[in-house]
């Protein structure tokens, strides 16, 4: 699986912006897809997560009630709109594939394949 993460920019806080994972395969139905992002400085952190067919999300507590992660499996997409942006959001961003579809995992360590990332900034 290949995946290919766009959208990102630059923003003002209160800004909104949505995020694009488009993967390559048959098999993109069968993942959970999820969000990460890595501030500079910092670790790289779970931002939100969606089962294979979209029955349970889970977002980290910093993004809950602002970001909303869906997909489309006809279109091999995964987004993550985010709204009420903030400075402390701004970091590369990177979606990730597990092929145990049923769960979200908040461990980066889970995921087999991931897209190159996209900057987000956010300015205050």
């Known amino acids: 699986v290949q995946l290919q993460a766009s959208g990102g920019g630059l923003v003002q806080a209160g800004g909104s912006l949505r995020l694009s994972c488009v993967a390559s395969?048959?098999?993109?139905?069968?993942?959970?897809m999820s969000w990460f992002r890595q501030a500079p400085g910092k670790e790289r952190e779970f931002v939100g997560g969606?089962?294979?067919?979209?029955?349970?999300?889970a977002y980290a507590d910093s993004v809950k009630g602002r970001f909303t992660i869906s997909r489309d499996n006809a279109k091999n997409t995964v987004y993550l709109q985010m709204n009420s942006l903030k400075p402390e959001d701004t970091a590369v961003y990177y979606c990730?594939?597990?092929?145990?579809?049923?769960?979200?995992?908040?461990?980066?360590?889970?995921?087999?394949?991931w897209g190159q990332g996209t900057q987000v900034t956010v300015s205050s």
């Open positions: 395969g048959r098999t993109f139905s069968a993942y959970a």
């Open positions: 969606i089962t294979s067919y979209g029955g349970r999300t």
């Open positions: 990730a594939a597990n092929r145990f579809g049923t769960i979200v995992e908040i461990a980066e360590e889970k995921y087999e394949y």
